[in-house]
């Protein structure tokens, strides 16, 4: 007998889901099968033990030179590159005996750390990459500049203010556990109110089902595109990302520039969705808010645009609408959302069978994967910047960064269905279906190479969620004219460039349908850096895209009218 008795398995399932929340949803296995790998294969290297020992003798060498170049007065060349790891150190203090030796003491460390994690032979390479992952991540938090003792930028501004800032940081981290116990938004996010001085663009909810509302927005010209527009948020977030305060809400933007706006605003959802699928996003969802849009403006096509994850599933829904022959897509936008999971980026790097069955015993156990689970996991990829910056600007300086409406948006999030999520994880990210030609829609396998829509792809520069160069290579499987944009700024602040916004550029770049294929790096070399937002570059694109028939807005009074936006989901 081979299956597992029913009641065993939920021995098993209820002791991993357990253990989970201890491990904010991070398979413990991933871990020490990495590091497992690691002191095995290099037990088994007494070459690649040399090879450290070597260089460790050479670092020491380069280091007593440097040394004594600088006690003699000289000003030597630094013997070890800085390579990102140059956080606190403004004061000049960093660039003289002892503070200086103490730097490249320890940037001489971190480079043979690094090179002992990834050198041994033969290790799985999603090992090997996990090792210099961990490997970095502990030398940031063992970093001299991060501890307050040593880091002169922090202890004379401890000194200088008397330890008032110390008093500070201490009220601080007391509000911040406060306001967690409590389930309250981190300090400052009052200022910013859903409805008044977000999400406030004029409009109404004009179809509502059990996953999502459809919000129509005001048009704000006197005539406006023929074709409507429909957005499609991620649904791991609030929706309000693209309409944020009035002056940089792309709704807003698009409705002043003439186009009639769509949203899917996503229900947050509870243990009683446990079973909501991931195709439901697609056929409640997506389609759902195509016909309705249909029934309101016959005889349209309709310009759509998904972000993230959004993105992922309009992709999906586009590739089985051109199976199917529905042909009322007049272009498709997909901003910072993947369609091909082979390089997705550092969230790959724990995602495997040992880790993707962890979550699903943690969400079995509760019917949803909640916002703290996901929140770690997004601290995890950027400790330095979102755990051990805030640490010390936050606790030891008490100096509190400025809450703006993104930080607002992103505090407020939502929560993942179980099996919808279970779904994504194995069939994306694991199996990489889609671009495999594995990725079945009611029994039928798709392929985005039937899409023949153009497609106007975004990447951000600094994406850790979806790496540009995962986001460009939907041109490998497509079979349309694709225009790709990259831009400066992350997943979210890329995202959000409306114009005026200081220090945004961006890359663009058009191939037609049977242009031959431009890897991303040679495509970013030969790509003019433009300075300005994203925005204007697209909204030129949309109108270019449409039949540039201008017509009469839609009458609003004439709409269903199930409330005005932003509608009764946001608040859930």
């Known amino acids: 007998m081979t299956d597992t008795p029913r009641h065993f398995e939920t021995l098993d399932r209820a002791q991993r889901a357990a253990l989970a929340h201890v491990t904010q949803g991070i398979s413990p296995y991933a871990l020490w099968s990495a590091y497992l790998d690691w002191a095995t294969h290099y037990a088994m290297s007494p070459g690649t033990q040399l090879d450290v020992a070597e260089r460790a003798a050479e670092n020491a060498g380069k280091l007593w030179l440097y040394a004594a170049a600088k006690m003699s007065g000289q000003n030597p060349a630094p013997p070890f590159p800085a390579n990102g790891w140059t956080s606190f150190q403004e004061d000049p203090a960093w660039q003289a005996p002892p503070l200086d030796l103490l730097r490249q003491w320890y940037l001489g460390l971190s480079h043979l750390a690094v090179f002992a994690a ?4 033969g290790m799985q390479t999603i090992d090997q990459t996990r090792m210099g992952f961990i490997t970095r991540h502990l030398l940031d938090a063992l970093a001299p500049w991060s501890n307050p003792f040593i880091n002169p930028d922090i202890w004379k501004k401890v000194l200088a203010d008397g330890g008032a800032g110390l008093a500070k940081g201490l009220q601080n981290l007391i ?36 996953l999502m509302e459809l919000i129509c927005y005001r048009p704000a010209t006197e005539a406006v595109a023929a074709e409507p527009i429909l957005l499609v948020p991620a649904w791991i977030m609030k929706y309000y990302i693209l309409d944020l305060s009035p002056g940089n809400s792309l709704v807003r933007f698009l409705v002043g520039r003439g186009h009639t706006v ?10 009683e969705d446990r079973n909501l699928a991931l195709d439901d996003y697609r056929s409640k969802g997506v389609m759902a808010a195509l016909d309705e849009i249909t029934r309101l403006l016959p005889g349209r096509g309709i310009h759509a645009c998904g972000y993230c994850l959004g993105g992922t599933i309009l992709a ?21 959302a993947q369609t091909d999971f082979s390089e997705a980026g550092e969230l790959m790097l724990f995602v495997d069978d040992s880790q993707v069955a962890f979550l699903e015993d943690m969400m079995w156990d509760r019917g949803v994967l909640d916002t703290k689970q996901m929140a770690g996991a997004f601290r995890i990829l950027r400790s330095n910047e979102l755990i051990l910056s805030r640490i010390i600007h936050d606790y030891v300086l008490g100096e509190r960064e400025a809450m703006t409406d993104l930080m607002a948006w992103n505090a407020d999030q939502t929560r993942m269905p179980y099996l919808m999520h279970s779904q994504y994880l194995r069939g994306l990210f694991l199996e990489n279906r889609l671009t495999a030609g594995r990725y079945a829609v009611e029994g039928r396998v798709i392929a985005l190479r039937d899409i023949d829509a153009p497609v106007f792809l975004v990447g951000t520069e600094k994406d850790h969620i979806a790496p540009w160069q995962s986001v460009y290579k939907f041109r490998l499987f497509a079979d349309t004219e694709v225009t790709f944009v990259l831009t400066t700024g992350g997943h979210n602040a890329g995202i959000v460039s409306e114009p005026g916004h200081r220090h945004r550029s961006f890359r663009i770049g058009t191939a037609a349908h049977d242009a031959k294929y431009v890897d991303p790096v040679s495509w970013a070399a030969a790509a003019e ?44």
């Open 118 to 121: 990834e050198a041994p032979r």
């Open 262 to 271: 769509f949203m899917i605003s996503w229900r947050n959802p509870t243990a």
């Open 316 to 336: 999906i829904a586009a590739a089985t609408m051109a199976r199917d022959g529905d042909r009322r897509l007049a272009s498709l936008s997909l901003l910072a």
């Open 175 to 210: 509000e911040d556990r406060q306001r967690e116990a409590s389930s309250q938004p981190p300090a400052g996010a009052e200022g910013f109110v859903v409805g008044k001085t977000l999400a406030a663009t004029p409009g109404e909810v004009v179809f509502r089902n059990d």
């Open 529 to 572: 850096p433009r300075e300005g937002s994203w925005w204007l570059a697209w909204a030129d694109w949309l109108e270019a895209k449409g039949t540039r028939a201008m017509v009469a807005p839609p009458d609003m009074d004439a709409m269903p009218k199930l409330g005005a936006a932003p509608g009764r989901y946001v608040f859930t």
